[in-house]
């Protein structure tokens, strides 16, 4: 029943348009594709890229030969009268499908022109077709964006297909050894007859560490990311190639740097890549919390043009930030426009985020960066944010428990802290347990993202089938080595870099923006911006008593003290009280004794770690990981579910 739903909801208002190559276009879209099947019908790449309309509801248009089919869809941005995609190179060999935004092309443009190329337009799709052309691979190496794009290549009978530096822009592949599928979510390989749909049971521990799945791996079997920083190429033969052209690290940190400097660096940085994001023949607008970072991006946004914010909130509520959004934009006279949720809202969309999420995903902002991706899109197609700085210049508070962790680990010697590790397992009352018994830990398995949510004892207690559970620090230990002679402070920005900004930050947000058909620019997540922030030490980064030190800095000479200096919230809301009042405890006891529940939990254990959050004890983040996956489960695999399970039918709007 709901694959029905969905596809009513997601199928309507369907117009063709002829696949005619003129100017190119910059713009947000989706794409599609396959290596082509005999018995693979005509109209399975316009179902395929029916499944992501969302991403590119202006337009749309095909591709195909004896090998390969091509699909895509267009969100217009730039260059709005002309263009489609498929786009090809001059001889016609080798065919373009993109999502995203190339911000330095005229620079590779002139290059491609040095050596006798011809453009017929003047946007960033064409010099991908024309740099893939001239320096095959190596192009990657000088793009500065956010992207995903995939070349077909007719000669040689290969895919070739990238993502970006950092994974702001989404893309997958499905390679069984038999059927070769590409696509910028996943929700699009159901539609072809090929695909087998099939859970990936395996990996279920790991997200419930994680909340996501910190590898290529993904909940579906064969179903694999492309990596930030990473290229593919599918070959004649069947095979599948994967390369990594760009991981972000630390090699050359410079110790002499102050944070008088470093601050000063960031703000020319910081007002040239947002002068860069700002590129659009549509209006931009930008999202606005009360915290520094997307009020940075604005104030430096307001300079170049008026620019309208708009911020989320609940009414009478202590978790509300509109009091602080609103005021702000007052002062450096822009138009803020508040937005509004209720609890009601918040769990009557959960199964539609949970479609449009492809995997789950139990991060409790998603709902609210929904709403308000869906009430920026009816005044603008454009919106800035402000991810990424936490993560490139050190802006959580758990990074600042690396220096105890550091003093104990200096001054106790190793085999005295696992003695009092392990003694003080023995007293779960023992009011500094938590500390000795991680203090024994290395870092990758006492970092608090890697049990984020359950760790391995209560994931043998969840879980129907413990044999199933693994060691989710093994799964991410190569993060750690990657920098292990490093400050640990350094090694957690590392991990989250990699991570946590990908798999999460990245992806939710741009998920939510382009369920709502919003294109999202992350002037903080930028390749410039990293290349800098990779050279400062720690000690321009974090202090004991305060985090994203140089930021702050740069931002004071910007913003108001009481903005600059304000404590991180993130993105709260009410949901752990929510879960202890009807009709919303109610639903997850429902989920909780479902189908799907008994399938892969112990259920009386799920009901006891709800009695202990209604009882005081918080779990609201274990409760909302289990909820949200047994959502997940039911909207993508409802053949296993009976109509006992939660009903998601009534509550799934779009």
């Known amino acids: 029943m709901m694959g029905v739903v ?40 316009n179902d395929m890229a029916d499944r992501i ?46 999502n995203g935004e190339i911000y330095n092309y005229q620079e590779i443009r002139a290059d491609l022109q040095k050596l006798g190329y011809k453009f017929l337009t003047d946007v960033d799709s064409e010099v991908l077709i024309h740099g893939y052309d001239a320096w095959g691979p190596k192009l990657l190496d000088r793009l500065r964006g956010m992207y995903a794009f995939a070349i077909y290549d007719k000669t040689k009978n290969e895919v070739f297909g990238a993502r970006d530096h950092f994974g702001i822009k989404p893309m997958y592949y499905y390679d069984d050894g038999d059927t070769f599928l590409w696509a910028s979510e996943i929700k699009a390989f159901l539609e072809h007859p090929n695909f087998k749909k099939e859970f990936n049971e395996a990996l279920l521990p790991i997200h419930l560490s994680f909340e996501f799945i910190p590898s290529r791996e993904t909940m579906f079997k064969n179903v694999y990311k492309v990596l930030p920083g990473q290229y593919f190429i599918h070959h004649a033969n069947g095979e599948t190639e994967t390369h990594r052209y760009y991981k972000f690290n630390y090699d050359h940190i410079d110790n002499s740097q102050t944070v008088e400097e470093d601050a000063k660096k960031i703000r020319g940085i910081v007002d040239e890549s947002v002068k860069t994001h700002m590129i659009a023949d549509v209006e931009v607008g930008s999202f606005l919390s009360s915290g520094i970072d997307s009020s940075y991006v604005l104030n430096e946004a307001s300079k170049l043009k008026p620019i309208q914010s708009f911020s989320l909130g609940f009414k009478n509520s202590k978790y509300s930030e509109l009091s602080w959004s609103s005021e702000f934009a007052k002062e450096i006279k822009q138009k803020n426009t508040p937005l509004y949720m209720t609890g009601d809202d918040y769990f009557d969309i959960l199964p539609t985020i949970m479609y449009y999420m492809d995997e789950p995903l139990s991060n409790p902002s998603a709902m609210q960066l929904y709403y308000l991706s869906k009430g920026t899109r009816e005044s603008v197609k454009v919106a800035l944010s402000g991810e990424g700085a936490d993560e490139f210049f050190g802006g959580y508070n758990t990074y600042l428990e690396a220096i105890p962790f550091e003093r104990y680990q200096k001054w106790v010697p190793k085999g005295i802290r696992k003695m009092l590790g392990g003694i003080a397992e023995k007293f779960p009352r023992f009011h500094g347990r938590r500390f000795l018994v991680r203090g024994a830990q290395p870092l990758s398995e006492r970092y608090y993202r890697v049990n984020y949510v359950f760790d391995y004892h209560d994931r043998n207690k969840i879980l129907k089938n413990p044999k199933l559970n693994q060691d989710a620090g093994a799964y991410t230990k190569h993060l750690f080595d990657d920098v292990k002679g490093l400050d640990e402070m350094t090694q957690m920005q590392y991990f989250d870099i990699n991570t946590w900004l990908p798999y999460d930050i990245l992806h939710k947000a741009d998920r939510m923006s382009m369920a709502n058909s919003l294109e999202v620019r992350t002037p903080l997540v930028d390749k410039e911006v990293a290349k800098f922030a990779a050279t400062m030490p720690v000690k321009t980064r974090i202090h004991a008593d305060e985090t994203k030190v140089s930021l702050r800095t740069a931002a004071e000479a910007e913003l108001p003290e009481r903005v600059a200096k304000k404590e991180k919230m993130g993105f709260p809301s009410p949901i752990a009280t929510w879960i202890k009042t009807e009709p919303y405890k109610s639903r997850i006891i429902e989920a909780f004794n479902s189908d799907v529940a008994h399938k892969f939990f112990n259920t009386e254990a799920l009901m006891d770690i709800l009695r202990a959050h209604i009882n005081g004890k918080s779990s609201m983040q274990k409760i909302f990981t289990i909820y949200t996956f047994i959502l997940w489960y039911e909207v993508y695999f409802p053949e296993e579910t009976t109509a006992k399970t939660v009903d998601l039918v009534h509550r799934t709007q779009v």
């Open 53 to 98: 309309k969302h991403r590119g509801p202006d337009d749309e248009a095909y591709f195909s030969d004896d090998q390969a089919t091509m699909g895509f869809r267009r969100l217009s941005i730039i260059d709005l009268a002309h263009g489609k995609q498929p786009m090809y190179n001059q001889d016609q060999t080798k065919v373009l499908t993109f």
């Open 6 to 45: 969905f596809h009513l909801i997601l199928m309507n208002d369907q117009i063709r348009l002829n696949n005619k190559q003129e100017k190119g276009d910059t713009h947000m879209c989706g794409f599609v594709g396959y290596v082509n099947q005999k018995d693979v019908p005509a109209t399975t790449i």
